[in-house]
């Protein structure tokens, strides 16, 4: 089976990178900086930002569907990511190291399965998930804060 990850479209996050401190605070948004190579998981590149890297730490909605199951919290974005991250049947670097809460939706919005992946079975619990005809996608979670990681996707490659 095949999945494609792929980060969030940097281009609304685009505005918020000219806003001064105050104008963020507006935004529910706060400027940060790096101070060690973990810990400040870009969703758009989908790695770690390294040390003194400049981010912006925001309000997202991630899961953004007319069911009670629609899902908002903070993310962080490098300012200077311009291009979404895309992963076909691996994984990327933002979940090397994390436990991740893998939720399971049907086409209309409608968790019908979840899973926890420990650190060494993420893949193997996103291919059960896939597995199941129901699921459309799955939202990654990292498990300890509770934060959005990436959208899993099913893939199909185009044919020559």
């Known amino acids: 089976m095949t999945y ?3 980060g969030l479209d940097p281009h609304q996050f685009a505005p918020l990178r000219s806003l001064n401190d105050d104008e963020l605070a507006k935004r529910r948004s706060i400027r940060v900086r790096a101070d060690s190579d973990q810990g400040f998981p870009c969703r758009i590149s989908l790695e770690d930002a390294r040390a003194g890297e400049s981010l912006i730490l925001t309000h997202h909605v991630s899961h953004d569907v007319a069911t009670p199951y629609r899902t908002a919290y903070a993310v962080y974005v490098r300012e200077n990511a311009t291009r979404s991250a895309e992963f076909i049947d691996c994984l ?3 979940f090397e190291g ?3 809460s893998l939720r399971g939706f049907d086409a209309d919005g409608m968790l019908k399965a979840a899973r926890l992946a420990e650190i060494d079975s ?8 896939l597995g199941d005809d129901r699921i459309a996608y799955i939202d990654a ?7 959005f990681a990436a959208r899993i ?3 199909e490659s185009a044919s020559v």
């Open 92 to 94: 990327p670097p933002v």
């Open 4 to 6: 494609r990850i792929c």
């Open 153 to 155: 996707e099913r893939y």
């Open 141 to 147: 979670h990292n498990a300890v804060y509770g934060c």
């Open 98 to 100: 994390r436990p991740l």
């Open 122 to 129: 993420t893949e193997a619990e996103i291919l059960t998930l």
